[in-house]
């Protein structure tokens, strides 16, 4: 069964034996924003032009997350860079994470359990299928370490791993970690490896990505202070 970008990422940081996810609540919450984001501009909904992303159609076939998206985007009044973006659909992340992974618990690849402390309800998430998670890896593994044909699925994780300094999801030891980020701004730069313009989006959300996370972890750090 075929997943869409968002909901591979989620599955690529999530803990292969227990509840919890391998990045920070901030990566993870750009991170899914940037997958989504991703997803509608290789559809065509989306489009980037002159650094602003244009809302070409509020008609998708990815999911229903997606489609509030494009909500977002059609209640706009103005077109907006993709750093105002990412901020402005940050405030929905926690929900868009929760739907899109009750849709991975409805296929299958993870299961939510739900917990309570003191008079918080709340919930963990556990891979219930390693396989696809493993099949991911090793499928971005082939292109860095083998020079395998890259693809839109492909292209698009590697633009999440490399924004997001995800390394260590796809390296073993200290050589991997190095050709790793090596190899990914490489694949980044070379505007042929990504398909039909998604390149550029990658590129520009790099640096919305890295504002984002520093921005947020800021915010978090002032608010426990």
């Known amino acids: ?24 609540d901030q990566v993870k919450n750009v991170g899914l924003i940037e997958a989504i984001l991703l997803d509608l501009s290789l559809e065509g909904t989306i489009n980037l032009e002159a650094g602003k992303l244009i809302l070409k159609s509020t008609e998708t076939k990815l999911s229903l997350v997606h489609k509030k998206v494009l909500k977002q985007f059609e209640k706009s009044t103005k077109t907006r860079k993709i750093k105002t973006w990412i901020s402005r659909l940050l405030k929905y992340s926690t929900r868009y994470q929760k739907e899109i992974l009750l849709a991975l618990e409805r296929k299958g690849y993870v299961k939510i359990e739900q917990r309570k402390f003191l008079f918080f309800n709340y919930y963990k998430t556990r891979l219930t299928n390693t396989t696809v998670r493993e099949q991911i890896i090793n499928e971005v593994r082939d292109v860095i370490f083998y020079a395998k044909q890259i693809d839109h699925d492909k292209s698009m994780i590697i633009g999440l791993i490399n924004a997001c300094k995800m390394y260590k999801v796809i390296g073993r030891d200290r050589r991997e970690l190095k050709i790793c980020k090596t190899k990914l701004r490489e694949m980044i730069i070379q505007a042929n490896l990504i398909f039909q313009g998604v390149d550029k989006v990658i590129k520009e959300m790099d640096a919305a990505i890295l504002a984002a996370v520093v921005a947020s972890t800021v915010a978090a750090t002032s608010t426990s202070n």
């Open 1 to 24: 069964m075929k997943q869409n970008t968002a909901e591979r990422f989620l599955i690529l940081i999530q803990h292969p034996e227990k509840s919890r996810f391998l990045v920070s």
